[in-house]
């Protein structure tokens, strides 16, 4: 059993691309396999996996480390059983290598289909997030890739131990322990070696914060999927219905505020804010949601706090909304255009003509007529796995499943054909 | 008519994003009148195209650009009637935008749609090519984009007149005269903005020498689509039929030389090498190729020239060929493993097993059995037009029709649905 935590990065890249071409041909039943053995090592391995995260817990107290991002690091019994429980969904995903996407036979009896394969390698840059060690490694097996892991020197010990599990779990299922590496050990210039590695990494994902993911984007020569942040805008019309505006707000606002589908900026009609804005804004604070208005915002509730320029930009994440009003749908969509971060865009109305140019002119992965923004989930829209919010516009746009990890090739079938 | 090459290059972008957001609206109807308009311009337009043409060539003699370069940028009656005709053909395409791609109605009722979308504002840098001025900006027309164009200093004064005749013809059919625009004036500095324009720009594709796309792929941030070299091979498997050999490769090197599908390596396996490889060289000797072969292959074949190393790896775009003995498929693609540039590969057999591992196991945008590989393009493939062929794994692999000019967006229609 070669050890591949003593191997220099180089030997890490080319180890991964042999193991991605092994697991080009490699049929389902081995993946998932491979998955029910990660799963069990997770359960099984609870005792080697709880005092590395204590190590890196403990080092990052030492360090200063945000008791939010110390949770976030954190691992313990409920936390590895969901986690084996998310590997268990992955399994009863369909696989999507092999699948035809298009396909014909041409006039001269040429036979032409685009079937889905592999990327290849995949890597990965998130932070302290040592869920996203498993969560990545799952659905690129299952999607047929390698994954090369660089997941922050905060949970070098708690990844260390995950990514041997799951290599000790692939080599018991027959697969390439290379499958699936770390490259925590090479800290930052990991990193950057990393987003340089072309024609050894065929696709990027950064998952984290906005600053982590700029960095990627703007440093990575290997092709990147940018999954990003959501400044996410729900524009109430001058004809929409009052009970629906409360209830798309409360829900798009409250059910969840952390993630990236939950609504940050809320425009109001002008004429309609009489009617409307109370209701709206009683519910909110009901909720305890503190609202950053504009001057006619504060007018009309008084618990309003200014809002500042930085407001209309701000992915809070949080209790906190801002509500502005205008004059018509064109100043709602300049707005959006402004501030928008091309997640998810949604309007309340009743007015025909304004729900289609809403729809076709606001440009977005997601845009909506009355539903609330946190039906951007992959789940929700049926994929199944939850791969990713992409907010880019080449290859995946959208909630990404398991497709989005794959290229595709054209498979030419002839029977001696050339060309006149 | 305000006159855009008074523009500086920030408020250029400006202006292209401006007419970008105007394009995605409009009619397939209005698309198809500012087409013909370009096609006509075109046409109508060579009393201003063939002097600014000749300024370029007589600049290009003077600074010593060869023979090759100065045909590739001459323009002249018959081939700005070609490049109309080529418009035209466009017009005739189906228009990609607005075609829902999937769709479903979700259990609560939503119904969610992934409908074709523009990218918005395309980038191309080219070099000394005038007719990909004309190629991308009626492309990126009929696929709702607007296009900002470097097409390189050498032809600078033919392509501002082609941009010229292509803003007025936009004008005429009521579309911005800022959705194609040229940024040659800026110079080398304006291609190195160009490749850092992220917010402006939503997707670059180089189209060129390898240089030039290996530039634009390490030192761009905006998103690139990569129309790479062709280094093709043929494997010529033991039991390949002797005719279908002579025919596939012949056609493949000779019927279009300088193209990128075009075979550059034949691999031939060794324990059919007596009985095929005679007559497909000969057949090749006939057309007047240069064979570089291995030791076999000289022994077999006296006119071959040695192969180097530096053959193995080449695109020669000319009447020159390598090839090679191997001792079995494994080796063929553990050859083309090394060499291939993920454009197309082609084997020639008659046994099952052997073409099956082939077509799973090789990794290039194409694989084919028993086919020229000249058929790798979007014309043969039914596609209509020739938008260039993908090397890369993200958004699109192999030949691009138009649909591979759009991005998606999800269109989600409720009736007041919020997320329990």
Redesign the interface.
Known sequence: MPDTATLTFHDKLVAARDAA?GL??ITTAQKNAALQAIADGVRGGIERIVPANELDLANGRDSGMSLGLQDRLKLDQPRLEALAQAVEQIIALTDPVGQTVRG?V?PNG?S?N?VR?P??VIGAIYEARPNVTIDIAALALKSGNAAVLRGGSAAQHTNGVLVEIIQDALESAGLPRASVQTIDEFGRDGAKQLMRA?GFV??LIPRGSASLISTV??ES?V???ETGAGVVHIFIDESA?E??AV??V???KV?RPSVCNAVETVLVHRAAADRLLPGVLQALRESDVTVHGDEGVIQLFADAVPASDADWASEYLSLDLSVKLVDSIDEAMAHI?NYTTGHTE?IITNDLHNAERF???V??????????T???DGG???FGAEVGIST????A???MGLAELT?????????????S
């Open positions: 071409r080009v041909t014909s041409l040429l032409i685009q394969v990327f290849g072309r065929d696709v984007v703007n020569t092709p990147v999927i219905d009970q629906m209830d798309i409360r829900n798009a059910q255009r949604s729809l076709a002119e440009d977005a992965a997601v845009v909506m007529v009355n539903a609330s946190r039906f951007t929700e829209f049926g880019q516009k080449l290859h746009r959208g909630p290229s595709t090739k054209w498979v030419v079938r002839g029977s001696g054909q050339v060309r």
